[in-house]
Nanobody
Framework: VQLQASGGGLVQAGGSLRLSCAAS????????MGWFRRASGKERNFVAA????????HYPDSVKGRFTITRDNDKNTVHLQMNSLKPEDTAVYYC??????????????????WGQGTLVTVSS
């Protein structure tokens, strides 16, 4: 499975970005997907996850109400809509695929496949 993340860029605080992650090499329709981020000098943190059906999502409090994860199983893509961005959202964002079929998980070590990352920079 190969994951290709895109959509990062530079945006002012309060602005929006939409990240996309395209999967190839294997259908991901039966698996949960997640987004994580790593700010400079910090650990990789959970941002959002979505169940295989798209009916269940989960977010940490830091992004809840601002970020929305969606997926299109027909197109093997997952998106992260990010609104009301803050400077502390600046990070490299990674999409990831969890093939264990055990529902939504927030631990990055539980995800088997990772995209290359896309940089999001939010200026104040």
């Amino acid at each position: 499975v190969q994951l290709q993340a895109s959509g990062g860029g530079l945006v002012q605080a309060g602005g929006s970005l939409r990240l996309s992650c395209a999967a190839s090499g294997h259908s991901f329709s039966g698996y949960s997907m997640g987004w994580f981020r790593r700010a400079s000098g910090k650990e990789r943190n959970f941002v959002a996850a979505i169940s295989w059906s798209g009916t269940t999502t989960h977010y940490p409090d830091s992004v809840k109400g601002r970020f929305t994860i969606t997926r299109d199983n027909d197109k093997n893509t997952v998106h992260l809509q990010m609104n009301s961005l803050k400077p502390e959202d600046t990070a490299v964002y990674y999409c990831a695929l969890d093939t264990n079929g055990l529902g939504i998980r927030t631990d990055p070590d539980e995800y088997e496949y990772w995209g290359q990352g896309t940089l999001v920079t939010v200026s104040s």
